[in-house]
């Protein structure tokens, strides 16, 4: 079965850039929407942005000064960078995989907390 | 619709429906699902497409869609279905969240 699995750093430096890689395990990376997502501690989902395999990208219009998306088809991952980093980016990051046509994430990774503090 | 709203929080007795909304300008115009979070953990796919179950999801779980408003009953609620519910729908190029509802059953 399908499993998404984030990583990367914990803890950023205020200004600085965040990353984090969604690992794609037991399927595949074409025909789908590849997706970040973001929960601040207490607070509900907002969504960053997402791929499509073939490239195509969108981004949350409130994020998309700083955020970038990408995808390595040969390593089955995608990417989150959110660049100039401030504590309101302080939230549990989930990536998630959404069927074409679906309109919905029907598989999450079981999500990274990245703190952002000097 | 740029923005979802839903009620902060719904209560229900076990055994009965609980009902929960999310209201966007022309909302039933476009696809609406619903997710399911417990603490601690990561979102569940509950309702897609309005009105879909994904496998393994219990009947009791519905949903429906049109107007302004999606709506998802959760019959013979039991001790297991309280968690926090968001609603999601997918605009053209853009995913917006509604802002949750936390389910108690009482």
């Known amino acids: 079965q399908v499993q998404l699995q984030e990583s990367g750093p914990g803890l950023v430096k205020p200004s600085e850039t965040l990353s984090l890689t969604c690992t794609v395990s037991?399927?595949?990376?074409?025909?789908?929407?590849w997706s970040w997502i973001r929960q601040p501690p207490g607070k509900g989902l907002e969504w960053i942005g997402y791929i499509y395999y073939s490239g195509t990208i969108n981004y949350n219009p409130s994020l998309k000064s700083r955020v970038t998306i990408s995808v390595d088809m040969s390593k089955k991952q995608f990417s989150l960078k959110v660049s100039s980093v401030t504590a309101a980016d302080t939230a549990v990051y989930y990536c998630?995989?959404?069927?074409?046509?679906?309109?919905?994430?029907?598989?999450w990774g079981q999500g990274t907390m990245v703190t952002v503090s000097s | 619709s740029d923005d979802l709203t839903q009620p902060p929080s719904v209560s229900v007795s076990p055994g009965q429906t609980a009902s929960i909304t999310c209201s966007g300008d022309k909302l039933g115009d476009i696809y609406t699902c619903w997710y399911q979070q417990k603490p601690g953990q990561s979102p569940v796919l509950v309702i897609f497409q309005d009105n879909k179950r994904p496998s393994g999801i219990p009947e009791r779980f519905s949903g429906s869609n049109s107007g302004n408003t999606a709506t998802l009953t959760i019959s013979g609620t039991q001790a297991m279905d309280e968690a926090d519910y968001y609603c999601q729908a997918w605009d053209t190029s853009t995913v917006i969240f509604g802002g949750g509802t936390k389910l108690t059953v009482l």
């Open positions: 037991g399927g595949s990376i074409s025909s789908y929407y």
């Open positions: 998630a995989r959404a069927p074409l046509r679906s309109h919905s994430f029907d598989i």
